[in-house]
Structure formats: C-alpha cells, structure tokens
C-alpha cells in the first residue's frame, strides 16, 4: 500500500514515492504482500520520482527486548545479502550480551546478558538487491537514494524533524490504548517506525509506502491508500514484477508514458467513485473504467489514421475484459500499422504497448 502526505504532489504535478526501510520490512518477508521488487517496478511506472532509504536494516524483536542495526551500503557484505529478504529466525533463541575486552580481539572475561528471549519478528531490509544494483547502469535521473542513519529520531534537538519525530512518538508511548495487544517492544518498533518515515516523507514532499504491519498507524492517522494507478496497471499489464528493468525504462523514455500514468491513476479514481461493493466489484469497475479509456483513446485517434485502419481499429481495436485482462492486447494485431501513424506512436496507449509487449 502507498499513503499520501499532503504535500505528495508539486506545483508542476510531479508525484514521488520514498521507499523507507522501516516501514516497508514486510514487503520482504510477507507472501501476501507485493515483493519489493515489484512494488519498485510498479512505483516506477506510475511515479515521477522514486526516492529510497539506503543501507540495510536488520530488526529483530523478542518480548523481553528488541535489537535494530543499520549498515551503510559500504558494509553490506555478500553474506549479508544473501540473507536479506527471508525470515530465518522467527522461533529461534536470541541472547545480546555485553562485556569489556582487555584489548582488540581479547574475549571479555565477563559477560551481561542486556536482552534474551525468543524472536517473534526478524527482518533484512535492503533496496540494493536487484532494484538500485540494477538501475545503477541506467543512471536514471529520477531515482535518488538518501541516507537517514541508524537514529530513531534523525537530526538534533531543535531541528524540525527531529522535533516532530519526537513528540508523536512521545504522545504514542502514553498512549496506553495504541495496540494494547502487541508486546512492548513490538509496539514501539512499529509507532517509531511509522513516525519516522511518514515524518521524512513530508519533509521530502512525498506518499511513502506501507504494509499491513502498520495498520494501527495508517488507521489512527486516518490515512486512505494513495490512488496511485497500481491496480490499473495491473488489470493492463498482468505481473509487473515479471517485466525486466529495460521495458520500464522504455516506458519512462516514452513521450505518452506521463499521460499513461494520470489516466491509470483517473481509472481507479471513476472506479471508487461508481461505490463498489467489496474488493472484486471494485477490480471489475477498474477494468470496466479501462476498456472505457481505451475505447475512447482509440476513437480520438482515428480522425488521424487512414480510413480502412481507422474502420479495423475501431471495429476490433477494444475488447471487452474481464477483471484481470489487457484490452491493449486487442491494439497488437494492428500495431505495426498504427506505429507509422505519428499520433498514435506518441500516446499514453503506444506507451502502455511497450509493457504488454515485455510481459507477453
């Protein structure tokens, strides 16, 4: 899920997506939920500007204590990613213990055990992992990485962010009906994660994602899903996470592709405007808002084509589709024709063909 901030969106229209670590731990680890590799890819085609935390976050929570640790890229070691993005310690045993060495490499003589129980929650959260390695050669001007560190509360006293941070997650901590049914430590990791992210999105002037983890957050802050255009996509292009990084840099490069990206955000926006029933209804309404937008593209277009293709297209063009269906697919048979056609080969539709004709 993505949530909005009120400033996710610029004077110029322009709309970005932080990708934080903290808030997004179970998009790799929760088979329910889109991986992190898709959420990035679907972020890229229907967002202007991708923005994600740096590093690597290793969480692991018990119900006497909890630990996180932050490595910077330069200390991502390979055995470190290769166990990132899986859970290999829930249920087993974990004991932090301190103690003082006599020296550099000298095994301390005595030992105090600060945290000891069994883990309930194990997370390795990292966005390098073929995301950023892999949009490292294309040197996209719209994806950036920031640096936030290992502070619960980045900055110092007195700065703005670090101001706010601290006062909602002083509020949250007395707040003794704020998930009164999680464990302690538990609790906190998630208010002070929530906090922190949806307090740097703001400052970024951007939506910021989120996962069923954080619903008490999303629910108390009153936060609705983003219209982002997600599930859209998803009823034109099928797997998003199946499409390789080249076909949505093609996109992105595409003269249509901005236009693409509005009017898939606009078909989900009709679909909760018609007031559907439940989940399905609602996806049906999608579809139907897409086969609308499609039809009605291709019927603009037309004037601009010549008469027995403009006849062809209009006649077959569009397709009625189920829930999950590309009604852009009925457009292939005529693709090369309509290609030759200078209208057609600069529209949002032609920038949707080079994802369908990836995925297929």
Known sequence: MVFPMDTREAPDGSRKLFFPLRSAVELFVD????????????????????????????????????????????AMTQELLERSRRVDAVGSP????FGKQDGLGVPAKEMHVVVEGTVSHHYLAEFHTSILDDLAEFK???????????????????DPIYEAIRQRNFADFGDRGLMADHDPF?????????????TIAASLGASFTGTPLFAPMIEREGLKPDTSGADALGVVVGDVGALPWEAVIEFREHRGSREARERMREFERLAIESGPRDAYDYMKKVGHQVN??????IEELAPSLPEELAKQVLLNGVAIVTVV???????????????ASRSFSRSWIAAV????????
């Open 325 to 339: 269906g590309a009604p852009v697919a009925a457009v292939a048979g005529a693709a090369s024709a309509l290609s």
């Open 292 to 297: 609308r937008g499609f039809r009605a593209a």
């Open 140 to 158: 996209a001007d719209w994806v950036r990485t920031i640096d936030i560190g290992r502070d619960k509360q980045p900055g110092s006293i007195g």
């Open 94 to 97: 974990m004991t932090l213990a």
């Open 353 to 360: 063909m080079v994802l369908t004709a990836a995925e297929s």
């Open 31 to 74: 088979p329910l939920s889109p991986n992190a590799v898709t959420k990035a890819k679907e972020a890229a085609v229907l967002y202007d500007e991708m923005i994600f935390e740096d590093g690597m976050l290793d969480v692991t929570i018990t119900p006497n204590g909890s630990t996180s640790f932050w490595n910077p890229p330069e």
């Open 186 to 198: 538990l609790r906190s990791f998630i208010y002070e994660s929530f906090n922190r992210d949806a």
